[in-house]
C-alpha cells in the first residue's frame, strides 16, 4: 500500500517535537509573517499557504522547530494576523495554545511617516501607541503622528 506509506511519512514530517506552531494566519500572510521572524534559517520550517480552515475558509500555518517566539515577533504577528494562534511544542506535547493579542504599545517595529520625527533623523528606536478599531493607527509617541498599519 505506497499510498498509505506515504501519508504516514508525511504525517511524521507534519509534526515537529520542539518549537511553534503558528495557525490561523490570514491567508497569503506567511511570507509575511516569515519575513519578521528572526534566527530561523537554520531550523527547519513547514510552511502551508491557503490550506483549509474550518473557521475562516482558508488560512496559512507555519510550523518551526525550535522557535519560540519573542515579544517583538509576536507584536508583529498580532499587527500582520489578529486571528493567529501560537502553539507551543515541547517533547513533542502542546504546552500552550492562545490566541494573539492586539497590543496596545509597540517599540521597534515600523517606521514613523512623519519625515521630521526624531525617529527618522536620529538613532532613535520607534515606539507607537496602538488604536485598534476598523484599521490598525499607531500612533507615533515622539511626534504624535498617525500612521496607518497596513501589511
Ligand atoms: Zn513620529
New binding site residues.
Given amino acids: 500500500m505506497p499510498i498509505l506509506k506515504n501519508n504516514m511519512e508525511e504525517k511524521k514530517v507534519r509534526n515537529i517535537i520542539n518549537g511553534t506552531v503558528i495557525d490561523h494566519i490570514k491567508p497569503n500572510c506567511a511570507m509575511k509573517v516569515l519575513s519578521i521572524l528572526k534566527d530561523i534559517d537554520q531550523e527547519c520550517l513547514i510552511v502551508c499557504i491557503n490550506t483549509d480552515s474550518k473557521k475562516y475558509g482558508r488560512k496559512d500555518v507555519i510550523k518551526i522547530e525550535n522557535k519560540f517566539l519573542q515579544e517583538n515577533e509576536y507584536n508583529e504577528l498580532a499587527l500582520i494576523s489578529p486571528e493567529a494562534t501560537i502553539s507551543m511544542i515541547k517533547d513533542g506535547k502542546i504546552t500552550s495554545k492562545e490566541k494573539v493579542k492586539t497590543p496596545t504599545h509597540i517599540k521597534g517595529i515600523g517606521k514613523?511617516k512623519?519625515p521630521r520625527?526624531i525617529?527618522n533623523c536620529q538613532d532613535i528606536e520607534t515606539e507607537f501607541d496602538v488604536e485598534n478599531g476598523d484599521k490598525i493607527i499607531l500612533r507615533?509617541v515622539?511626534?504624535e503622528?498617525t500612521n496607518e498599519y497596513k501589511n
Fill in positions: 514613523c512623519n520625527c525617529t507615533c515622539y511626534c503622528s
